[in-house]
C-alpha cells in the first residue's frame, strides 16, 4: 500500500517530482529515527542499580547508530524471559547462564562481551563472616547454613555450587539450610552479616563494590575456600567465566545487528564505565549446565 504522502507527490508535475529521490531519503530518514529498539537488561542488583549502569550505554547507541532510539528496560529473570519469547526485547544484556539459556529457547545471538580491565571475567565467591575461623575450606560447610539468590542464578548460586560438588559438598544434600533470599544479591550479604547463615554466595567483586561505597567494612567479611586467579582483582571461591554478554533477538534486521556490534567494539574505553570486546567462547557456560541438577531456568516460561 502506498502511503497518502507518497501518492501526493507521485502526482505532482514531472518537474515537481525532481525533488523525488531527496524527498524519499528525507521520509526514510525521518521513519528510520522513529524506530525504536528495546535494550533489555537483567537488573540482578535492582532497577535502580542497572538503569544507573546501562543509561549511558543506551545513550551511547542512540548517538551512534544512527536512524534508531534504544529504550532501556530492566527485568528480573521470570520477566526478562518472557520479554525474549514475547518479542518484545530486541537487544539483551545478561548473565552468561541466562543467555546461553535463551540461545536455546529463543535463538538469541551473542554479539559481544563485556570487557573490563578492572573485572576480566566472572566468578563467585562464597563469603562468612571474618570472626568464623571455622570456616575456612569449602568442605567446612557441610551441614552449615548457606544462602544463594535463587536456584538458577548464574553467579549467585550455580557457579560455586559446580565447586561445593568437587568439594564433595552437595547443596542439595550435604548443607544443614540452603535459604534462596532473592534479588537484589545484597540480600544474600545481609543475611550473613545478621547471623541467619553462615555463609553465602555471591557474584565475586560485589563486597569489593560495596566496600568502596562504604557499605561494609573490610574487615567484616572473608573467602570460604579461596580460589587464587590469575589476574583476577577480587575474592572468588570458583574458577573463572566469560562476563555478560549483549545478544540480538532472532527478529532483529542483521543489518542493525551489525551496527550495534561495530559501535560497541569502537566504543571510547571509560565510556559509560564499560568496554566490549569480540563475543566470547561459552563453552565453559554450556559444560556448567551440562552437570546434573545445574540449571539456568528452574521452571517453564510463563
Not at 105 to 134: C, F, K, N, Q
Not at 257 to 262: P, S
Not at 277 to 284: C, E, L
Request: proline share 6%.
Amino acid at each position: 500500500m502506498i502511503p497518502r504522502q507518497l501518492r501526493q507527490i507521485l502526482a505532482l508535475p514531472s518537474k515537481q517530482r525532481s525533488v523525488l529521490p531527496a524527498l524519499l531519503l528525507c521520509c526514510g530518514m525521518a521513519s528510520a529515527q522513529q524506530q525504536e529498539v528495546t535494550l533489555a537488561v537483567f537488573a540482578y542488583q535492582g532497577e535502580r542499580t542497572a538503569l544507573a549502569d546501562w543509561t549511558d550505554l543506551a545513550s551511547y547507541l542512540g548517538r551512534t547508530v544512527t536512524g534508531y532510539r534504544f529504550r532501556l528496560k530492566t527485568y528480573d529473570a521470570p520477566g526478562l524471559r518472557r520479554a525474549v519469547a514475547t518479542g518484545e526485547a530486541d537487544l539483551v544484556i545478561t548473565n552468561p547462564g541466562y543467555y546461553i539459556a535463551l540461545e536455546t529457547e529463543a535463538g538469541l545471538s551473542r554479539i559481544a562481551t563485556l570487557s573490563s580491565p578492572a573485572m576480566p571475567a566472572i566468578a563467585s565467591v562464597i563469603l562468612t563472616r571474618a570472626d568464623r575461623i571455622d570456616l575456612s575450606e569449602l568442605s567446612d560447610l557441610a551441614g552449615k547454613r548457606l544462602a544463594a539468590a535463587s536456584p538458577d542464578a548464574f553467579a549467585g548460586y550455580l557457579v560455586a555450587a559446580r565447586e561445593l560438588r568437587d568439594a564433595g559438598v552437595d547443596t542439595e544434600t550435604d548443607l544443614g539450610e540452603l535459604r534462596f533470599v532473592g534479588l537484589p544479591m545484597f540480600r544474600t550479604i545481609e543475611a550473613i552479616m545478621e547471623g541467619e547463615v553462615d555463609a553465602g554466595i555471591v557474584k565475586a567483586c560485589m563486597a569489593e563494590q560495596m566496600i568502596s561505597q562504604g557499605l561494609l567494612q573490610a574487615a567484616e567479611l572473608k573467602a570460604v575456600g579461596p580460589h587464587q586467579n590469575e589476574g583476577f582483582p577480587c575474592m572468588a571461591s570458583t574458577r573463572l567465566y566469560p562476563d555478560w554478554p549483549i545478544a540480538v533477538a532472532r527478529h532483529v534486521d542483521p543489518v542493525l545487528a551489525k551496527a550495534v556490534a561495530l559501535a560497541l567494539l569502537a566504543m571510547p574505553e571509560g565510556e559509560g564505565r564499560i568496554s566490549w570486546t569480540v563475543a566470547a567462547d561459552y563453552q565453559p557456560v554450556h559444560e556448567l549446565e551440562g552437570r546434573p541438577g545445574l540449571r539456568f531456568f528452574s521452571r517453564k516460561a510463563n
